[in-house]
């Protein structure tokens, strides 16, 4: 059995949407791609808060806010 882990995905849009699996509990699936457009450099501190217990609603407010400040 082959116990390497598969190839990076070459879609960066992909990978983005794929990073966003930490938070698929608090952050809407229809909205998954849009919000991998618009939280690029915020991925990482989105993660730790979401894994840190972060409330879903504050979650949710701290995203939507992040799309309004980035669009």
């Known amino acids: 059995m082959d116990a390497r882990l598969p190839r990076p995905v070459p ?4 990978r983005r949407a794929e990073a966003l699996d930490a ?3 608090v952050l809407p699936f229809d909205r998954r791609d849009f919000l991998a457009k ?7 501190p989105l993660r730790h808060l979401a894994k840190e217990g972060i ?6 407010a701290l995203a939507s806010d992040l799309g309004y400040l980035e669009a």
């Open 11 to 14: 879609d960066q849009k992909l």
């Open 23 to 25: 938070l698929d509990s």
């Open 55 to 60: 409330g879903e609603n504050s979650l949710r």
């Open 38 to 44: 618009i939280l690029t450099a915020t991925m990482s």
